[in-house]
């Protein structure tokens, strides 16, 4: 018999997430991506701020926690320090792409042999639905109340596209999780991005879109068609650099 | 028979599961579970296929699939357990 389980690298805890939040889903993604390399035991997460905060607790590898931005800066010192370990970040949008802007474009354009998770759901969550570098253009937040754009907050940054112009970086793939078939490939790219750090290829970042419902103020049902329609226009899934 | 199994306090009654199930045999229940939420019940389980559609879109882990009759070779995971 076949069974489909939850993997032994996430704890029994029961996440704090809002009902179907896709960073469940991300979660699970990468913790079977760690069972399948038989990395466990080697493999050191950093946790953002953000609603991923707690993440620490629902991984049984080691995890560390991270001032708000810092995350590829304290990837760093522990990849170079250590350098048979695998680190990995996980960040939101809110920590990679605004106030952690500068350590995540240096840690590319240096090309550290880290993995970076990055979660857009283009939307500060955890602190109640601010805009984030990443909400779409007309789309509305506690702080962008007209839609962004209308105040000149100007259109949506896209990390993928960024950073591929550095020569330092190594993989970048942008997938989602609103439906199976993308779950699928954002294992896949998961798995490509730890993949490369093991065999030493450099820096390689993965950006999934993912679901927020409780700020977006969506049943879970709009919110998958909200990816689906809105974010995969604004951010084109793909692989965005692949140096092999 | 194949099977899916929710583990009901784990659940959070997002829907995922049942808006995803192709065969359409999830419903959520009437019922709540301790932490609040209403949790899937399958209408009708011969009819699952145990295609883990249900598994790969729960954000909280809380649904098990097994499928009987699977030859060790047609693995792809290893997070699919052999048992
Ligand atoms: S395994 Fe497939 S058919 Fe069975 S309940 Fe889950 S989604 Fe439906
Ligand atoms: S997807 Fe998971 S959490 Fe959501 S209703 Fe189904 S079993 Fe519950």
């Known amino acids: 018999m076949l069974t489909l389980k939850r993997t032994d690298v996430l704890t029994d805890a029961c996440t704090h997430y809002c009902p179907g939040c896709g960073h ?22 950093i946790a953002p701020v953000g609603c991923a905060v707690l993440m620490y ?3 049984n590898c080691d995890m ?35 106030i952690g802007t500068a350590e995540t474009i240096h840690a ?3 090309g550290e042999n880290i993995t970076v998770i990055f979660i857009n759901n283009a939307i500060y969550g ?12 007309g789309m509305r937040s506690t702080t962008s109340q007209d839609g ?64 927020c419902p409780t700020d977006w103020k969506l049943s879970t049902v709009q919110s998958v068609d909200f990816v689906n329609n809105e974010m995969k226009e604004a951010f084109p899934l793909g692989v965005y650099k692949d140096k092999g | 028979m194949n099977k899916v199994h929710f583990d009901k306090h784990r659940c959070k009654g997002c829907g995922m599961c049942v808006l995803f199930c192709p065969q359409k045999i999830l419903r959520m229940s009437a ?3 301790d932490q609040g939420f209403s949790y899937p019940e399958v209408s009708d389980p ?12 729960c954000p909280d882990c809380a649904i098990q699939v097994d499928k009987e009759g699977v030859k060790t070779s047609d693995k792809k995971e290893t997070t699919d357990v052999m048992e």
């Open chain 1, 24 to 45: 469940g889903i991300a979660h699970r993604l990468v913790a079977e991506v760690i069972e399948e390399l038989g990395i466990r035991e080697k493999t050191i997460g």
């Open chain 1, 57 to 59: 607790d629902y991984f």
């Open chain 1, 64 to 98: 560390t926690e991270c001032a708000h931005g810092r995350p590829p800066a304290m990837a760093t010192g522990i990849k170079r320090i250590q350098p048979d370990k695998i680190v990995f970040t996980y960040q939101g949008d809110g920590d990679l792409a605004a």
């Open chain 1, 108 to 110: 590319a354009n240096r």
């Open chain 1, 126 to 137: 955890m602190t109640g639905g601010q805009m984030a570098p990443t909400t779409l253009t």
């Open chain 1, 148 to 211: 962004r754009g209308e105040h000149g907050e100007g259109p949506p940054l896209k990390v993928c596209e960024l950073l591929s112009t550095l020569d330092g970086v190594c993989y970048l793939e942008r997938t989602a999780v609103s439906t199976p078939k993308d779950v699928i490939a954002t294992k896949r790219a998961i798995k490509k991005a730890f993949q490369n750090q093991i065999d030493g290829k450099g820096f390689s970042l993965v950006e999934v879109l993912s679901m």
């Open chain 2, 31 to 33: 019922d709540l579970n």
């Open chain 2, 46 to 57: 011969d009819r699952c296929t145990a295609c883990g559609m249900c598994f790969r879109m």
